[in-house]
Structure formats: structure tokens, C-alpha cells
């Protein structure tokens, strides 16, 4: 019982924190598409792609020139 009352709020505090280092961005294609992304998109450096997982937890794969902007919310 008492490892409930003490990990409890250890364990929220802990989600809460994580919750902080989320950073939304917005990708717009050339073609004005847009993605809302949870964090930042990682790019790869010799192929040329954006790599993300998108709101709705979808993988996207998008390459570099097609993409106008990334900005962060």
C-alpha cells in the first residue's frame, strides 16, 4: 500500500516532465499540405528525407525538397 501512495505521484510527476520536452511542429509541403508532428522531424543526411510520426501516430517519410517550412508551435 505504501509503494502506491509514494510511487503514485513519483510516476506522475515523472509523465508530467516528459510531457514537457514535446515539442509540436508544423511541416508544410510545397503543395500546402501540413503535418502537425509531436516532436521535431528528424532528417536523414544522405538520402535527403524527413522522417516523423504525424498526430494520429502515422510514420511519414517526405523528401527534403518538397518540404516549404518547419516551424515549432
Not at 503514485?8 to 516528459?18: D, E, I, R, S, T
Not at 520536452?21 to 532528417?43: E, H, R
Not at 536523414?44 to 516523423?52: I, L, R, S, V
Request: overall charge positive; hydrophobic content about 40%; some cysteine.
Amino acid at each position: 500500500m505504501k509503494i502506491n501512495v509514494i510511487g503514485l505521484p513519483l510516476l506522475l510527476a515523472a509523465v508530467l516532465g516528459l510531457a514537457g520536452c514535446a515539442s509540436p511542429t508544423v511541416v508544410t509541403l510545397q503543395n500546402g499540405t501540413q503535418y502537425l508532428t509531436k516532436d521535431q522531424p528528424k532528417t536523414t543526411g544522405k538520402d535527403g528525407f524527413y522522417e516523423f510520426i504525424d498526430i494520429a501516430g502515422k510514420h511519414i517519410k517526405i523528401k527534403a525538397a518538397d518540404v516549404a517550412t518547419v516551424k515549432s508551435d
